[in-house]
């Protein structure tokens, strides 16, 4: 388990989303050999903080977690949601890999509706520098068309 500042959606069809991991940390040892991983969003910004500098094994014993349906990865107990994805390409960029990964399986637990996360009843920290980091209530603006 690891912080990810880098994850993004990718494409609709098929479901994909990508992440961007350290070639030196022990995650991007696991999705290498195993090629697959989890995404899951926790509110907890102590849990977020702890999961971004504890070393990988240490963190497996000390936080609560379970095995995702389809991908056998772990999932941080406190996950208000996740998406479990096999890897169907990984790219080198520089001190990075960024994994491309199709769901195939995802859960929310709550807040989450026809336009994704409702950030004004889920409390998402965005880290805004160091420990710091910003839990917004948002408000939801279309854009006019044109």
């Known amino acids: 388990?690891?912080?990810?500042?880098?994850?993004?959606?990718?494409?609709?069809?098929?479901?994909?989303?990508?992440?961007a991991v350290d070639k030196e940390t022990y995650t991007h040892e696991l999705i290498k050999?195993?090629?697959?991983?989890?995404?899951?969003?926790?509110?907890?910004?102590?849990l977020l903080w702890y999961l971004g500098t504890a070393h990988g094994r240490e963190k497996m014993e000390k936080v609560e977690w379970f095995r995702g349906e389809k991908v056998p990865s772990p999932i941080p107990?406190?996950?208000?949601?996740?998406?479990?994805?096999?890897?169907?390409?990984?790219?080198?960029?520089?001190?990075?890999?960024?994994?491309?990964?199709?769901?195939?399986?995802?859960?929310?637990?709550?807040?989450f509706g026809k336009w994704g996360w409702d950030l004004n009843e889920v409390k998402v920290p965005l880290q805004k520098a160091g420990r710091l980091f910003l839990v917004p209530p948002c408000k939801e603006v279309w854009a006019k068309k044109s």
């Open 1 to 19: 388990m690891m912080t990810a500042s880098w994850v993004t959606p990718v494409s609709t069809e098929p479901p994909t989303v990508g992440v």
């Open 33 to 46: 050999k195993y090629k697959q991983f989890t995404v899951s969003v926790v509110e907890d910004v102590d």
């Open 77 to 111: 107990k406190a996950a208000i949601g996740w998406a479990e994805a096999k890897v169907v390409k990984d790219v080198d960029v520089g001190d990075v890999t960024f994994f491309i990964g199709e769901i195939v399986h995802w859960k929310a637990l709550k807040g």
